[in-house]
C-alpha cells in the first residue's frame, strides 16, 4: 500500500468506489479473500459516525452508517462531501465523453438526491434496451416502446438537471482557474447535448432501425458532452502541461465549491501529487487558496518530504506528517 491507496481508502467511503479502479473485485489483494475498510468522522454535530465498508469474493459489497447496513449504496452518497485532485483526472481532457460525464454526474450526485435516483433508472432502461435490439426480435418492440417511454421520462430530469449545474458552476470554474493561473487566458465549458434540438422519445423511435443494425443506442443524454476551451479552442489541442494542470486543478475546485454550497458542508478536500509539475508561483497560489477559511480538512500527498513542508511551512494550516511505506503508516 502506498500513499494513494491512503487516499483511495477516504474516497470509497465517501462514494462506495475507488477512484483509481471502479471494479470492486480488483481492489482485493490477489493474495486474500476480502478487503475492509472503515473510517471513524466527527461531523459537525460533533459525534462520532462510523462508516464501514467490507467485500468478500463472490459476496454482495456491505455498506455501513453506525454499523447498520445500506439498502442502497446510493442513500450514502453525499453524506460525506469529498473532492479528489489527482493525476487521474488528465483524463476529463485526454480522454472521450465518457469521463467528463462521469465528472457531472458524480457532483450533481453529492447533493441531488432525485438526479442519482433518475440517473440509475435511465442507465439500466439503456442496457435492457441494449440487450433487446441486440436480438433484433419483432416481439421486442412492445418493451422497447415502455424502455424508450422510461428513459425520456428520467433523460429529462437529467438534461435539466446538468444545464441548471453548468449555469451555475462555470463563473465558479472561471473565477478558480484566474486565482491560480493569474493570467490573461479565457477558459470557459459548454453542455452539449442531443436534447437541446431534439425530443429524445421522438429521437429514439426514429433511430431504432439504424441503433437494431448498429447494436446499441446511438441517441439519449448518455452521449452529453462537456467541451472544455481555451481561448475559445479546445484545451485538448491546444493546451501545454501546465495550462491543462491548471484548468483541471480551478476545475476541481469548483466542483468543491458547489459542494459546498449545496451541502452546507466543507468537503474533505485530497491532494495526490498535486504539486508535481506546478511551477512555484501557481503552488504559491494554490496552498494560499487551499489555506483559507473556505476549506475543512485537507489530505496531501508528496514524495519529497522536504518539498512538502518547504510548501506548508509558511502556511496558517494545523498540519500533520505521515510517512506510508510498504502498507505501514507512522506519524512524525
Do not use: W
Not at 473485485?25 to 459525534?47: K, L, P, S, T
Not at 458532452?225 to 486543478?249: A, T, V, Y
Not at 489530505?299 to 502498507?327: A, C, M, P, Q, W
Amino acid at each position: 500500500m502506498g500513499k494513494t491507496n491512503l487516499l483511495d481508502a477516504i474516497y470509497y467511503l465517501s462514494f462506495c468506489k475507488s477512484f483509481t479502479n471502479p471494479v470492486d473485485i480488483q481492489n482485493i489483494h490477489h493474495a486474500h479473500d476480502f478487503f475492509v475498510i472503515q473510517g471513524i468522522y466527527q461531523r459537525i454535530e460533533g459525534e462520532d459516525t462510523v462508516v464501514y465498508c467490507g467485500l468478500k469474493r463472490r459476496q454482495k459489497k456491505q455498506f455501513k452508517l453506525n454499523k447498520k447496513e445500506y439498502e442502497r449504496l446510493s442513500d450514502h452518497i453525499g453524506y460525506l462531501p469529498l473532492v479528489v485532485i489527482s493525476p487521474f483526472d488528465s483524463s476529463l481532457i485526454s480522454e472521450g465523453s465518457e469521463e467528463r460525464r462521469r465528472f457531472v454526474d458524480s457532483v450533481i450526485s453529492q447533493y441531488n438526491k432525485l438526479y442519482l435516483i433518475d440517473l440509475i433508472r435511465y442507465n439500466k432502461a439503456l442496457m435492457q434496451r441494449n440487450s433487446l435490439i441486440k436480438n433484433n426480435l419483432m416481439q421486442d418492440d412492445l418493451v422497447i416502446d415502455i424502455l424508450e417511454e422510461q428513459m425520456a421520462q428520467a433523460a429529462e430530469v437529467i438534461f435539466n438537471a446538468r444545464k441548471a449545474f453548468i449555469d451555475e458552476f462555470v463563473p465558479l470554474f472561471e473565477k478558480r482557474f484566474n486565482e491560480i493561473t493569474a493570467a490573461s487566458e479565457h477558459v470557459l465549458l459548454k453542455y452539449q447535448s442531443q436534447l437541446f434540438s431534439n425530443n429524445l422519445l421522438s429521437a429514439l423511435r426514429e433511430s431504432r432501425e439504424k441503433d437494431k443494425i448498429l447494436g446499441y443506442t446511438t441517441v439519449g443524454i448518455h452521449r452529453d458532452d462537456l467541451e472544455m476551451l481555451l481561448d475559445d479552442f479546445p484545451i485538448k489541442r491546444i493546451g501545454s502541461q501546465g495550462q491543462n494542470k491548471s484548468f483541471l486543478i480551478a476545475l476541481k475546485l469548483a466542483q468543491y465549491d458547489i459542494v459546498k454550497q449545496s451541502s452546507q458542508l466543507k468537503p474533505m478536500l485530497l491532494l495526490d501529487d498535486l504539486f508535481d509539475k506546478l511551477d512555484a508561483q501557481r503552488v504559491e497560489r494554490l496552498v494560499r487558496l487551499v489555506g483559507g477559511n473556505d476549506f475543512g480538512q485537507i489530505f496531501i500527498t508528496d514524495t519529497n518530504r522536504d518539498h512538502l513542508i518547504e510548501i506548508l511551512k509558511n502556511t496558517n494550516l494545523e498540519v500533520s506528517y505521515f510517512f506510508v511505506d510498504n502498507g505501514t503508516v507512522v506519524r512524525y
